[in-house]
């Protein structure tokens, strides 16, 4: 993301992870701040990622949605659920990180990934 004051909620964010603070309701508050910004950014893969997220949280009290695999499955009757029975932190961490740079391909790939599994989920 570029805007700055998304940038630094991000990092908030990922900064409490780091001190093992999973405040689900800062989380929450925060993720919808940060879509706040995508929205005037006009990326829609980023801002649908941000509301599916805020909205997996809140539902589930916890980030059950795995990294996506490093080779994504083309058929689409064979699509396997890469979820977590307990709070994934290192996947929520990994979808923070995909928010810093969106210059790179991979990143709104894999935003696209978590999209389809939280859809799914």
């Known amino acids: 993301m570029e805007n700055k004051y998304a940038q630094k909620l991000i990092e908030k ?3 409490e992870l780091l001190q ?5 309701d800062s989380i929450i508050n925060d993720l919808k701040k940060i ?7 006009q990326n829609p893969v980023v801002t649908k990622a941000l ?9 589930n009290n916890a980030f059950l949605i795995g990294i996506p695999d490093d ?6 009757d064979q699509t396997e659920q890469n ?7 290192e996947s929520f961490e ?7 740079d969106l210059s790179k391909k991979n990143n709104l790939l894999d935003l696209r990934e978590y999209n389809k599994a939280f859809i799914a989920f």
Do not use: C, G, T, W
Not at 51 to 59: C, P
Not at 71 to 76: A, F, G, K, L, M
Not at 94 to 100: A, E, G
């Open 13 to 15: 964010i990922q900064k």
């Open 20 to 24: 093992n603070k999973f405040d689900l």
């Open 35 to 41: 879509r706040e910004y995508s929205l005037e950014e």
């Open 51 to 59: 509301r599916l997220a805020y909205e997996h949280l809140e539902a």
């Open 71 to 76: 080779e994504p499955i083309h058929e689409d």
């Open 83 to 89: 979820v977590s029975d307990e709070n994934d932190i």
């Open 94 to 100: 990994y979808f923070l990180s995909l928010l810093h």
